[in-house]
């Protein structure tokens, strides 16, 4: 399990979510269970510790 250490950075990776670069150059998170979209962030810089579609990982949807 992925944890903020209130230092600026993250220890472990966030599971079970991926990240994308829309059209309109911000990133959004879709879980990768469901497909559902999740929030977007508007500052331009990615999600930490989440990873990037297609992340070529062999996980199973959960």
């Known amino acids: 399990m992925a944890k903020n ?3 600026g950075f993250r220890r472990g990776a966030v ?3 991926t990240q994308f670069k829309r059209p309109d150059n911000k ?3 879709r ?3 469901t497909g559902q979209f999740m929030p977007v962030k508007d500052d331009g810089t990615p999600f ?3 990873a990037k579609e297609p992340d070529g ?3 199973e949807n959960s």
């Open 5 to 7: 250490t209130g230092k």
């Open 15 to 17: 599971r079970g979510r």
């Open 27 to 29: 990133w959004q998170k």
């Open 31 to 33: 879980d990768e269970g």
């Open 48 to 50: 930490k510790g989440v």
């Open 57 to 59: 990982r062999d996980t």
